[in-house]
């Protein structure tokens, strides 16, 4: 009796040192998110030891623990219609409100986020999203199921939104479904913030397109690779749920390379001052120029003297715009539509949000940039039965209000 107690009781003491971090003060509900990081943190371990056994990708592991428990997930607005089809031989899920109306109808293009390797549109959180948008709004919605690392890489995710979006915009698509040409939104969160946030610079551009986006929301979006030490990333990179190694892990896997250069490239070793090809780079993503004195507090930039230069000619993508939106040049960005950034403290994206509204702001873009003292990476997705969070919930009120205001 008295070992099982011993036991137990030592169980419990290992339990609760694995699901403890500490927390900065303002996170909303920190024991919640401690267990759904050390569940989280659980399954990116499970997934690392399959994948050294060479069982199955590390990525596939996340992702049907992730689908697993998604599909858990009750169906809200159900009164909403789902159709799946192609556009432009892109999956797609067509969200629309029933009947029809005298009125056409707004729209809103959704990408969603998962380090462009993970999570499901269809499923549990992010298929409750485009329900409440499609509810809320009396909007038709399309998420767009793109294919996703490992299995694909850069462009591929950026190319598929870029057809869907492109398909989407044609005027004898919007009026198939009774859709407003000048009330279309793109929108996506994190990677997908990243996505909508390129495939918006794209259209802005693109003079094949009759049909422009009229807004973007973008959603703590990932938006540059070059600097792992905003001061976002010095002050979160610990913060759960997205750690800086984890974010420079999904960026490595998007642009197909080797994942040990994660050790180098959080150092910003790929980006020190012995590389030249970065002249022009730099100023686009200037923190201590382009953000307030409130926001970099203490922090100092970090650019080591020397590096490895190998690693940008490698990975020309970490210089495109295409994968890395904040590289943009003021022209591009001009012709962007007006945006709404969401950014929270506690998120090592902070930053590459901050830097994006100052940029489309200086290059003549309205933007509103909502801020959250208590928000941390993720939280929009967590607000809705069994997971959700205070600020996720307020988080979503007050896009969708903003959209609804806009659009
Ligand atoms: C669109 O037209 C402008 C001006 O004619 C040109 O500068 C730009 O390169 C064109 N964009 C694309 C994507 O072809
Ligand atoms: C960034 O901006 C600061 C302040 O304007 C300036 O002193 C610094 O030289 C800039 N750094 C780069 C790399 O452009």
Known sequence: ?????????????????????????????????????????????MGDVAHSLGLSHRVHVINSAIINFESLVPVTNQE??????LFDGVHVRVYHPPGRKE????????????????????????????????????????????????????PVQYDECVRAAKHFLRPEVLAQYSVDPERVAVCGDSAGGNLAAAVAQRIGMD?????KFKLQVLIYPVLQALDFNTASYQQNQNVPILYRTLMARFWLEYLDSDLDLVHSIIKNKHTAQDQSLLSLSRSKLNWT?????????HYKPIF??????????????????????????????????RAYILTGEHDVLRDDGMMYARRLEL??????????EDGFHGCVTFAFWPCYFSVGIRAVQNYIAWLDEHL
């Open 304 to 337: 080591p003297l020397t590096g490895s230069p190998k690693i940008l000619k490698d990975l020309p993508a970490l210089l495109d715009a295409r994968a890395a939106p904040l590289l943009a040049e003021d022209e591009v960005l001009h012709m962007a539509p």
């Open 289 to 297: 120029n382009l953000l307030p004195k409130r926001v970099i507090k």
């Open 363 to 372: 290059a003549g873009v309205s933007v509103t940039n909502d801020h959250y």
């Open 80 to 85: 909403i219609q789902a159709e799946d089809i």
């Open 103 to 154: 009125k056409l109808r707004r729209a809103v293009m959704f990408i969603h986020g998962g380090g462009w390797a993970l999570c499901a549109p269809k499923l549990g959180s992010y298929d409750s999203l485009c329900r409440q948008m499609a509810a809320d709004l009396d909007a038709v919605v399309v998420t767009v199921d793109y294919r996703m690392a490992p299995d694909v890489h850069f």
């Open 207 to 211: 003079n094949s397109t009759s049909v």
């Open 1 to 45: 009796m008295k070992l099982l107690c011993g036991i137990t009781l030592l169980l419990a003491v290992a339990v609760a040192y694995y699901i403890y971090i500490p927390l900065p003060r303002a996170i909303s509900e920190p024991w919640k998110l401690m267990v759904l990081d050390a569940t989280f943190r659980g399954v990116v371990s």
